[in-house]
């Protein structure tokens, strides 16, 4: 079953942009500059996004001199993947069940 933080998490990484940067950390660790390029996004913009990634745990962030580079957590994707197969299992499981109408 979906917790309240998975669907907290669901909701983060519902917005487009948002996955985009996930897609794109799951290549490879990035700063802002390449995610910059990479998007097209504004910094401002770009940086409010990963505050709700990295306030979410979806990202972390590794400080390089004046830069700082993003890198995606699997584990966390890991987790929310792990509950949807876990769903569609139930849904095979229980495919031939059905509620009679009263």
């Known amino acids: 079953m979906l ?6 998490l669901i909701r983060v990484l519902a917005d487009p942009l ?11 660790t990035l700063c802002t500059t390449h995610l910059v390029e990479e998007t097209g996004a504004r910094q401002t913009n770009l940086s409010n996004h990963l ?3 990295r306030e979410a745990g979806v990202v972390e962030t590794e400080p390089c001199g004046r830069y ?9 994707i890991e987790r929310l993947a792990g509950r949807f197969a876990a769903l569609a299992e139930s849904a095979r ?9 009263p």
């Open 93 to 101: 499981d229980t495919a031939g069940h059905r509620r009679a109408c």
């Open 3 to 8: 917790t309240s933080a998975d669907t907290d």
């Open 18 to 28: 948002r996955l985009r940067i996930v897609t794109l950390l799951a290549r490879e």
């Open 68 to 76: 700082t580079y993003y890198r995606l957590r699997p584990d966390v």
């Open 51 to 53: 505050r709700v990634l």
